[in-house]
């Protein structure tokens, strides 16, 4: 009895063409498919080129029956699904990848260098005619002289560690100044598989989640983390997606991923990361608000490398110089003047060795806005810093990177009602600042501390930190999670110190597909980063007793610095020197740190000429002369004033002022011909 029925199942099967029979075999949708044109010689002469047609469907007949279409349909566009230029992998071997539910065959198209002209073609390459593990067309000859065989790609894109050094564009620019920063680009999935920043447009613009494999990797880390944060364009993705081809996301929630799920687009997330930073590294935040146990994985440089989904480069960031009564803010600034413009643009080259810097469209790119957007909006320049070639017309491919900077600082304290300003030359203080504006992940740490938090894929908001009443703002909206709350006010330790050491941390992450802006400005007084010791230019029979330095203290004169340069080269001395306008205390502080670690045996501080009836520039001069005591402790120290001997009797009033302010212990006296 059970072999009969089995045998009248099988006759069923065989004998009935059901309309299941007749379904489609598709490709697998973002199934990597190879091109091998090692069997075809001289096929890429005068500049050829290859194009790839893909198509729903198994065969026409097949569509046809499905869709109730006459025979000739699948020969027009009502099968056409798409046209591909695939991705060199090695000599003579492409790649490209499927996109969409229903394709069943493709073809293989010769072109000319235009692109305009085809020559030759393989007919078509239908996925029901492959079998195993086969994913590659091998072209044998043309007019449908192919094979499908198995191509495995050897060696995968490894993790890469690198140094970017600024060239000429940001060295030979006196209005620049550079800050620590470390990039992090993550690999798309064909990145994976071709090697660091082999991205096509198709990739790019065509697909919602090019990052299936980083993904996978980051919902593998996720055990514990209450709500992960993932790379794609996820506007229409509800709370539990789980991402296509390899995703397998967890815990996916669509106003962590997704702005368009926010109350409003340029809301922001509260609570995805913990509140203070472990040994310097980001961690998420667990419930309740507090420190989770996981490391935030995109800025982890071992998870990149361990699954070597993305490299990173170190480097120097340039901030430009904007001077406003005597006080100097660093900025940078992604957007132009006018709407969709470009403005500070920083790229590194191919090799990534290198970084540049320029301003205007044509050092621009652009972001993927009209590509993704429906009505239709026009694109606008962004902050694309891995794309290498620039242009009014350049698209941006890479749009998944993180950035890290770090800037150490002093705050101003030049009495208890003034801690946290910075003077200008008219004697009135400004607030000392940090200030952010742009989409996607921004988390801000002071001294580790986490103060200003506009985490989530959003679209552009803005943050400031006021280092004067230790205060945050935000202008955008807020989602709150982990029970965690957005800081109003915080706390620094040796508030009040003008030689205190602080650090603020500044971690950016795009991740949303679209588009990238970023700008961001300070004006405290940073340390650390654009020191610039230069040595003696010649030391034969000079100075061989003591080794001296020199400290640029005169920051506010015009060509004070460039003038103490030469005479320091001259003399085969050491020079501090810093941005003009930076605050001059901050410089002696670096200088007697300079000086210390190089073991120079005398410290030359210039300061800058002021009247002694200002009592904000006799202020700025006893902040100078505490740091000095301070961190030179019980070391002989003179202070010689110099007056112009054609002063007259008012010299006198002078001395006595700065005796006061000071302790004068000489006087040097000029013009006495």
């Given at each position: 009895?059970?072999?009969?029925?089995?045998?009248?199942?099988?006759?069923?099967?065989?004998?009935?063409?059901?309309?299941?029979?007749?379904?489609?075999?598709?490709?697998?949708?973002?199934?990597?498919?190879?091109?091998?044109?090692?069997?075809?010689?001289?096929?890429?002469?005068?500049?050829?080129?290859?194009?790839?047609?893909?198509?729903?469907?198994?065969?026409?007949?097949?569509?046809?029956?499905?869709?109730?279409?006459?025979?000739?349909?699948?020969?027009?566009?009502?099968?056409?699904?798409?046209?591909?230029?695939?991705?060199?992998?090695?000599?003579?071997?492409?790649?490209?990848?499927?996109?969409?539910?229903?394709?069943?065959?493709?073809?293989?198209?010769?072109?000319?260098?235009?692109?305009?002209?085809?020559?030759?073609?393989?007919?078509?390459?239908y996925n029901k005619d492959r079998s195993g593990s086969a994913n590659c067309i091998k072209i044998k000859g043309w007019d449908n002289n192919y094979q499908w065989t198995t191509y495995s790609p050897t060696g995968g894109t490894d993790y890469y560690e690198v140094t970017a050094s600024p060239d000429s564009t940001i060295t030979g620019n006196s209005n620049l100044y550079t800050i620590d920063a470390t990039f992090y680009d993550y690999y798309t999935d064909g990145e994976i598989q071709r090697g660091w920043g082999n991205i096509n447009y198709e990739e790019s613009h065509g697909y919602w989640e090019p990052y299936t494999k980083l993904n996978n990797k980051i919902a593998s880390?996720?055990?514990?983390?209450?709500?992960?944060?993932?790379?794609?364009?996820?506007?229409?993705?509800?709370?539990?997606?789980?991402?296509?081809?390899?995703?397998?996301?967890?815990?996916?929630?669509?106003?962590?991923?997704?702005?368009?799920?926010?109350?409003?687009?340029?809301?922001?997330?509260?609570?995805?990361?913990?509140?203070?930073?472990?040994?310097?590294?980001?961690?998420?935040?667990?419930?309740?608000?507090?420190?989770?146990?996981?490391?935030?994985?995109?800025?982890?440089?071992?998870?990149?490398?361990?699954?070597?989904?993305?490299?990173?480069?170190?480097?120097?960031?340039?901030?430009?110089?904007?001077?406003?009564?005597?006080?100097?803010?660093?900025?940078?600034?992604?957007?132009?003047?006018?709407?969709?413009?470009?403005?500070?643009?920083?790229?590194?080259?191919?090799?990534?060795?290198?970084?540049?810097?320029?301003?205007?469209?044509?050092?621009?790119?652009?972001?993927?806005?009209?590509?993704?957007?429906?009505?239709?909006?026009?694109?606008?320049?962004?902050?694309?810093?891995?794309?290498?070639?620039?242009?009014?017309?350049?698209?941006?491919?890479?749009?998944?990177?993180?950035?890290?900077?770090?800037?150490?600082?002093?705050?101003?304290?030049?009495?208890?009602?003034?801690?946290?300003?910075?003077?200008?030359?008219?004697?009135?203080?400004?607030?000392?600042?940090?200030?952010?504006?742009?989409?996607?992940?921004?988390?801000?740490?002071?001294?580790?501390?986490?103060?200003?938090?506009?985490?989530?894929?959003?679209?552009?908001?803005?943050?400031?930190?006021?280092?004067?009443?230790?205060?945050?703002?935000?202008?955008?909206?807020?989602?709150?999670?982990?029970?965690?709350?957005?800081?109003?006010?915080?706390?620094?330790?040796?508030?009040?110190?003008?030689?205190?050491?602080?650090?603020?941390?500044?971690?950016?992450?795009?991740?949303?597909?679209?588009?990238?802006?970023?700008?961001?400005?300070?004006?405290?007084?940073?340390?650390?980063?654009?020191?610039?010791?230069?040595?003696?230019?010649?030391?034969?029979?000079?100075?061989?007793?003591?080794?001296?330095?020199?400290?640029?203290?005169?920051?506010?004169?015009?060509?004070?610095?460039?003038?103490?340069?030469?005479?320091?080269?001259?003399?085969?001395?050491?020079?501090?020197?810093?941005?003009?306008?930076?605050?001059?205390?901050?410089?002696?502080?670096?200088?007697?740190?300079?000086?210390?670690?190089?073991?120079?045996?005398?410290?030359?501080?210039?300061?800058?000429?002021?009247?002694?009836?200002?009592?904000?520039?006799?202020?700025?001069?006893?902040?100078?002369?505490?740091?000095?005591?301070?961190?030179?402790?019980?070391?002989?120290?003179?202070?010689?004033?110099?007056?112009?001997?054609?002063?007259?009797?008012?010299?006198?009033?002078?001395?006595?002022?700065?005796?006061?302010?000071?302790?004068?212990?000489?006087?040097?006296?000029?013009?006495?011909?």
């Amino acid at each position: 009895m059970l072999l009969a029925l089995l045998m009248m199942l099988s006759i069923s099967i065989v004998g009935i063409p059901t309309i299941s029979a007749l379904k489609c075999s598709y490709f697998t949708h973002q199934e990597t498919i190879y091109i091998d044109m090692t069997s075809v010689t001289g096929w890429d002469e005068s500049g050829a080129n290859i194009r790839v047609y893909t198509y729903y469907g198994d065969s026409d007949e097949d569509w046809n029956v499905e869709n109730n279409k006459a025979d000739s349909a699948c020969y027009t566009n009502a099968c056409f699904k798409n046209a591909i230029t695939p991705s060199s992998v090695v000599n003579d071997v492409y790649s490209f990848v499927i996109t969409g539910d229903r394709v069943g065959y493709v073809k293989v198209m010769r072109l000319d260098s235009d692109m305009t002209t085809v020559w030759n073609t393989t007919g078509f390459a239908y996925n029901k005619d492959r079998s195993g593990s086969a994913n590659c067309i091998k072209i044998k000859g043309w007019d449908n002289n192919y094979q499908w065989t198995t191509y495995s790609p050897t060696g995968g894109t490894d993790y890469y560690e690198v140094t970017a050094s600024p060239d000429s564009t940001i060295t030979g620019n006196s209005n620049l100044y550079t800050i620590d920063a470390t990039f992090y680009d993550y690999y798309t999935d064909g990145e994976i598989q071709r090697g660091w920043g082999n991205i096509n447009y198709e990739e790019s613009h065509g697909y919602w989640e090019p990052y299936t494999k980083l993904n996978n990797k980051i919902a593998s880390a996720s055990d514990g983390v209450p709500y992960p944060m993932y790379f794609g364009n996820f506007f229409d993705k509800n709370d539990g997606y789980t991402g296509e081809g390899s995703s397998n996301m967890v815990k996916f929630t669509n106003k962590v991923n997704n702005s368009s799920r926010l109350a409003s687009p340029n809301y922001s997330v509260v609570g995805l990361t913990g509140p203070n930073l472990v040994n310097g590294e980001l961690y998420y935040a667990a419930d309740g608000g507090g420190n989770g146990t996981k490391k935030v994985p995109f800025f982890d440089k071992s998870f990149l490398q361990s699954n070597k989904i993305g490299s990173v480069v170190n480097t120097k960031f340039p901030m430009r110089k904007v001077v406003d009564n005597g006080i100097t803010t660093y900025k940078f600034n992604s957007e132009g003047s006018t709407a969709k413009s470009a403005g500070d643009s920083v790229w590194f080259n191919t090799a990534r060795d290198t970084i540049s810097y320029g301003t205007g469209n044509a050092k621009g790119s652009k972001d993927a806005l009209y590509y993704y957007s429906n009505p239709k909006a026009a694109s606008g320049y962004g902050f694309f810093p891995f794309d290498s070639v620039r242009g009014a017309d350049k698209e941006a491919l890479d749009f998944g990177f993180g950035m890290r900077v770090d800037v150490k600082f002093n705050l101003g304290a030049d009495d208890s009602s003034h801690i946290g300003q910075i003077k200008g030359t008219n004697g009135s203080y400004a607030d000392q600042k940090f200030t952010f504006t742009g989409d996607d992940d921004v988390w801000v740490y002071v001294d580790g501390k986490l103060v200003l938090d506009l985490g989530g894929d959003h679209k552009k908001a803005n943050g400031s930190i006021n280092f004067h009443n230790r205060t945050v703002s935000v202008t955008t909206g807020t989602n709150t999670l982990n029970s965690a709350t957005r800081n109003q006010s915080f706390t620094l330790d040796n508030y009040g110190d003008p030689t205190a050491e602080h650090t603020l941390t500044m971690f950016y992450v795009e991740r949303g597909m679209v588009e990238s802006n970023l700008s961001f400005n300070f004006n405290f007084a940073p340390i650390g980063n654009e020191l610039i010791v230069d040595k003696t230019v010649n030391t034969e029979d000079i100075n061989t007793g003591l080794k001296t330095a020199v400290a640029a203290a005169d920051t506010f004169r015009a060509a004070a610095v460039e003038q103490l340069e030469i005479w320091a080269n001259r003399s085969g001395s050491e020079i501090v020197k810093r941005a003009e306008g930076a605050d001059p205390a901050s410089v002696v502080y670096d200088a007697i740190r300079i000086t210390k670690e190089t073991e120079s045996d005398v410290l030359i501080v210039d300061t800058a000429g002021r009247l002694h009836n200002k009592k904000y520039l006799m202020d700025e001069l006893h902040k100078i002369k505490k740091v000095i005591t301070k961190e030179m402790g019980d070391l002989s120290q003179e202070v010689l004033l110099v007056i112009d001997s054609t002063t007259g009797q008012n010299a006198i009033n002078q001395v006595k002022a700065f005796k006061q302010e000071t302790d004068v212990t000489g006087l040097v006296l000029t013009k006495l011909d």
